[in-house]
């Protein structure tokens, strides 16, 4: 996928699920913004938002999860408006800049998702209807 600044519809980065597990239902996230005159002005968190919302009602995931380093504090933020959830830690995991930097682990689950949906994100993001969006509703 690609992320898009809607006012120019000029390439601002790239966004997308990766090793989809279809049998155990999950996917790893990833996101690069990588036009810096793009940074800080919510198109992160809303790909982050699409993103997993593609991934619980379109893909039918149950877990979305993704890696973070500890630099990048802006980048925590935006998972955890999503809804996403630190895990864990792998300590001293990257070397960058002349250090070894912690790799954060986060995820959001379906349930943790489905209940968003009703509260917080509800008001913060559009959400189209399953009807609107043309996905079928999910099956028990």
């Not at 968190?45 to 877990?63: C, D, P």
Request: proline fraction near 4%; aromatic fraction near 12%.
């Amino acid at each position: 996928m690609t992320s898009c600044s809607v006012s120019s519809s000029r390439l601002i980065g790239t966004t997308g699920l990766h090793r989809i597990d279809f049998k155990n239902r999950h996917a790893g996230f990833g996101i690069a913004i990588g036009d810096k005159q793009a940074w800080g002005k919510g198109y992160g968190t809303e790909a982050t938002f699409l993103v997993a919302r593609y991934g619980f009602e379109t893909l039918n995931l149950n877990r979305i999860w993704l890696h973070v380093y500890d630099f990048n504090p802006a980048g925590m933020r935006c998972y955890e408006k999503v809804g996403y959830a630190r895990e864990g830690v792998l300590r001293q995991d990257h070397f960058s800049e002349g250090r070894y930097a912690d790799t954060i682990v986060m995820a959001i689950l379906r349930q943790e998702w489905d209940g968003l949906r009703q509260g917080p994100l509800a008001s913060r993001f559009p959400w189209p209807s399953a009807a609107q969006s043309g996905t079928p509703p999910r099956s028990s």
